[in-house]
T-cell receptor, first 110, second 112 residues
Framework: GQQVMQIPQYQHVQEGEDFTTYCNSS?????IQWYKQRPGGHPVFLIQ?????EVKKQKRLTFQFGEAKKNSSLHITATQTTDVGTYFC??????????FGGGTRLMVKP | SQTIHQWPATLVQPVGSPLSLECTVE??????LYWYRQAAGRGLQLLFY??????ISSEVPQNLSASRPQDRQFILGSKKLLLSDSGFYLC???????????FGPGTRLTVT
């Protein structure tokens, strides 16, 4: 079955440093999604990538879909304390379902 | 706009007691609905999903059940809770023509 690996599991950064989380799939994907979950909160949809090599930006967040559509990354430039949370990638399967990666928990020291 | 509600927000139940968690969606019709469980500090485990009234698919065999008595209502239940049922239960919906999911605020269940 479909497998997804997300690394790193945890990341501590100093405020102002950059952060990147990576998501790797065992199969070629039609699309990939990213979600953010604040501590104590629920996952919130951030973005969907569809095209090979696609790059999308949301302010300080840059999302990239690999050329082979088997991996993706989320990069945050100059982290802020508001970026704290767990970032999940999610892969579609069987039509309407998603397989979530294990998440990368980001902690930012002010 | 669409909104999703879950209740209760928190719940403490003894082992062996029954469970009923409710999720409702407003502002849309015929949504796909999902129940997830999240253990502390862990990822999301899909438990059930539904594409329509009375249509439930189970992803993980366990002592939990789900029902969809109305188009925008999704219920998660159990006849007898186990300690291992503790966790954060999240309901989500997605439009039928799109794949992104929108999550409710969740229910924190502690089984004692």
């Amino acid at each position: 079955g479909q497998q997804v690996m997300q690394i790193p599991q945890y990341q501590h950064v100093q405020e102002g440093e950059d952060f990147t989380t990576y998501c790797n799939s065992s199969t070629t994907l039609s699309n990939i999604q990213w979600y953010k979950q604040r501590p104590g909160g629920h996952p919130v949809f951030l973005i969907q990538l569809v095209k090979s090599g696609e790059v999308k930006k949301q302010k300080r967040l840059t999302f990239q879909f690999g050329e082979a559509k088997k991996n993706s990354s989320l990069h945050i430039t100059a982290t802020q304390t508001t970026d704290v949370g767990t970032y999940f990638c999610a892969l579609p399967h069987a039509g309407n379902m998603l397989t979530f990666g294990g998440g990368t928990r980001l902690m930012v020291k002010p | 706009s669409q909104t999703i509600h879950q209740w209760p927000a928190t719940l403490v139940q003894p082992v062996g007691s029954p469970l009923s968690l409710e999720c409702t969606v407003e502002g849309t019709s015929n949504p796909n609905l999902y129940w997830y469980r999240q253990a502390a500090g862990r990822g999301l485990q899909l438990l059930f999903y539904s594409v329509g009234i009375g249509q439930i698919s189970s992803e993980v065999p366990q002592n939990l059940s789900a029902s969809r008595p109305q188009d925008r209502q999704f219920i998660l239940g159990s006849k007898k809770l186990l300690l291992s049922d503790s966790g954060f239960y999240l309901c989500a919906w997605s439009p039928t023509d799109r794949v992104e999911q929108y999550f409710g605020p969740g229910t924190r269940l502690t089984v004692t």
